[in-house]
């Protein structure tokens, strides 16, 4: 019995494989993929419209407020002027006690308006600030734009038209919707079989850290096979020697079949050779192909369910986009019949302005003269001032009603000239 111990050896070894797969999620994943990202980016538009609409009228409002400070400062002036009035008045005896402490406390009420309304104009510059995501002191901030009063003569069906066309609320919702048909055709498509191509390439090193035992061993079977091939010559030699013929090549010398020490070399230099394989020497495999054919059958009507939500989501989507339609129509026309109103109030409302201050002037002159009452002043100087209130309303009214048809729109309006 012959007893033959393993060798260590040192291995290693490479695998590249390529592998794709074909089913109906590859056929239309893509175009889903493509679905959601144009939704994405319509939304984005649409957050756009809306943070311009809220910094615009967060702007209007600090120019509102500026408007109403000022206004209080006029008051404020017109009260002081009044209770000088009043006061010399009183010193000549045209005038009462009375008169001066009503305009005393006119003034009074004249001076905390001012200060409620700068403070109101302070904290709506905080306001905008807070808007436009900044970090800037309220106090440096001046605005400088200027609105002017036009007629806006913008044609109801065309501002309709141009808004379900373009808006981006409802291109956003539109994209979400082509989305939506996209993830339909995803879910349907797993019904379809699968494709699975795979190519394999490989190689592998094999090399014993002490190769003299299968070199000895490899030896010793060469000299075994020597020593048969010179005994078999032999044979055939005596042969032909009991024929009296002379044996031809090549048994006419048998010694050329010896094993020599150069063939020991020999071998022993070539399998060591062989063997120094470790690490990148690799012995490369055949190249391996194969193909996978999967076709789904049952999966506890998972599919089913799946191919149903996507239908559910999409009849859902068709329904608010045809939702948005109306409500964006409704929107352009409440915003049209708004504009017009607001422009027709500010027309009336400067009108308005102009009577309350003729009737202040003419009342002041009254009072001057003799000929009329303080109470009467003080009623004409409220009317005066509640005219220049309202007309200032009116005026921003005008404005926000402009930015609300921008944003029932969808983008900005042109003005008059552009």
């Keep these: ?7 260590s050896v040192l291995l290693s070894q490479y695998q590249f494989s390529l592998s794709d797969q074909l089913n109906g999620n590859t056929l ?9 990202y ?17 910094v615009t009228i967060a702007y209007i409002e600090v120019l ?5 400070a000022e206004q209080a400062v006029r008051e404020l002036h017109r009260s002081e002027e009044h209770l000088r009035l009043a006061d010399a008045r009183e010193q000549v005896g045209a005038g009462t006690r009375l008169e001066t402490m009503q305009a005393d406390v006119a003034t009074g009420r004249a001076e905390i308006a001012l200060l409620q309304a700068d403070n109101a104009a302070r904290v709506a510059k905080l306001r905008l600030v807070e808007t436009l995501g900044v970090e800037v002191p309220a106090e440096q901030i001046e605005l400088v734009s200027e609105f002017d009063i036009f007629d806006p003569s913008y044609s109801l069906a065309v501002m309709v038209t141009d808004a379900t066309g373009r808006h981006p609320t409802l291109v956003a919702a539109r994209a979400d919707r082509a989305a939506a048909h996209s993830g339909v055709k995803v879910a349907k498509a797993t019904y379809f079989p699968s494709l699975t191509l795979r190519a394999t390439w490989s190689g592998f090193t094999r090399e014993e850290t002490n ?9 010793a079977n060469a000299e075994i096979n020597a020593a048969a091939t010179i005994g078999g ?5 005596d042969l032909y020697e009991l024929s009296a013929a002379a044996p031809p090549p090549p ?19 070539q399998l060591r050779a062989i063997n120094d394989q470790f690490a990148f020497s690799f012995q490369n495999e055949p190249l391996s192909l194969s193909a996978f054919v999967t076709m789904p059958l049952f999966n506890g009507f998972q599919r089913q369910l799946d191919v149903e939500r996507a239908i559910a989501r999409r009849n859902d989507l068709q329904h608010q986009v045809r939702g948005l339609e109306l409500q964006i129509r409704a929107n352009v026309t409440e915003a049209v019949h708004n504009l017009d109103t607001a422009y027709q109030t500010v027309q009336l409302q400067l009108e308005n302005t102009e009577r309350a ?4 002037r003419l009342a002041r002159e009254r009072y001057q003269l003799g000929a009329g009452t303080f109470l009467e002043l003080l009623d004409s100087e409220t009317l005066a001032a509640q005219a220049e209130v309202d007309q200032i309303e009116a005026i921003f009214g005008f404005y926000e009603s402009l930015v609300e048809m921008e944003a029932a729109v969808g983008h900005s309006l042109p003005r008059p000239g552009e």
């Design 64 to 68: 509102r407020l500026q408007a109403r």
């Design 1 to 7: 019995a012959s007893t033959f111990l393993e060798p």
């Design 233 to 237: 010559c032999n044979t055939f030699a």
């Design 357 to 360: 201050q003729e009737e202040l």
């Design 28 to 36: 239309f994943g893509r175009g889903l993929s493509k679905a959601e």
């Design 251 to 269: 048994f006419d010398d048998c010694s050329q079949f010896a094993f020599s020490d150069q063939d020991a070399l020999f071998i022993d230099t």
């Design 211 to 219: 190769p003299s035992g299968t070199i000895d061993r490899t030896i």
């Design 38 to 54: 144009s939704a994405a980016e319509r939304r984005v538009d649409d957050a756009e419209l809306r943070l311009r609409s809220a």
